[in-house]
């Protein structure tokens, strides 16, 4: 029973510090962003946020965990002018992946579910024949027009 009860605090207390770092790093990495508003919030200890100069946060958002956030603002010899915009009253669940090249915006009042990934570029091109390789026949079916 005392050995539960000490368990117990000790978790309490571990959450506490958990909390209190989480909440040292948002604020000073907070102002590495674009512009983000004052009662959004995220979880810094377990996210991949990158390009944060060019990205937008709008009020009262918040984010799951495991958000990874990108605007690619440089890709080997290429470079782009990324924006990725989001409103206000945004939610974006667990295991979401955001990134952007070009320009993504996500208006206000937008729920995003968990493992969603937005993005506004592509990794090269896909055709059926691609789709239909060796190793991913019978995983996919594409049905021609």
Same mark, same amino acid.
Request: with cysteine; net charge positive; charged share 25%.
């Given at each position: ?15 506490? +510090? ?7 790093? @948002?604020?000073?990495?907070?102002? !590495? ?22 990205? +937008?946060?709008? !009020? ?5 965990? @495991? ?7 440089? @890709?080997?010899?290429? %470079? ?9 009253? +945004? +939610? *974006? ?12 915006? *996500? ?17 090269? %091109?896909?055709?059926?024949?691609? *789709? %239909? ?6 995983? @996919? ?5």
């Amino acid at each position: 029973m005392i050995i539960d009860y000490l368990i117990l605090k000790a978790y309490s207390f571990w959450k506490r +510090v958990e909390r209190k770092a989480e909440w040292l790093l @948002y604020q000073r990495i907070r102002n !590495e962003f674009k512009a983000i508003g004052e009662k959004s919030h995220f979880s810094y200890l377990n996210s991949r946020i990158s390009g944060k100069s060019f990205i +937008v946060i709008g !009020e009262r958002c918040t984010f799951g965990n @495991y958000l990874r956030m990108d605007a690619i603002g440089k @890709y080997g010899e290429q %470079n782009f002018s990324p924006k990725l915009i989001l409103g206000n009253d +945004v +939610v *974006i669940n667990d295991y979401c992946h955001i990134g952007c090249a070009n320009e993504v915006k *996500i208006g206000n009042n937008v729920l995003v579910a968990s493992r969603v990934t937005i993005l506004d570029h592509f990794h090269g %091109n896909i055709t059926c024949e691609d *789709i %239909n390789t060796p190793h991913l026949k019978g995983h @996919y079916q594409v049905n021609r027009l």
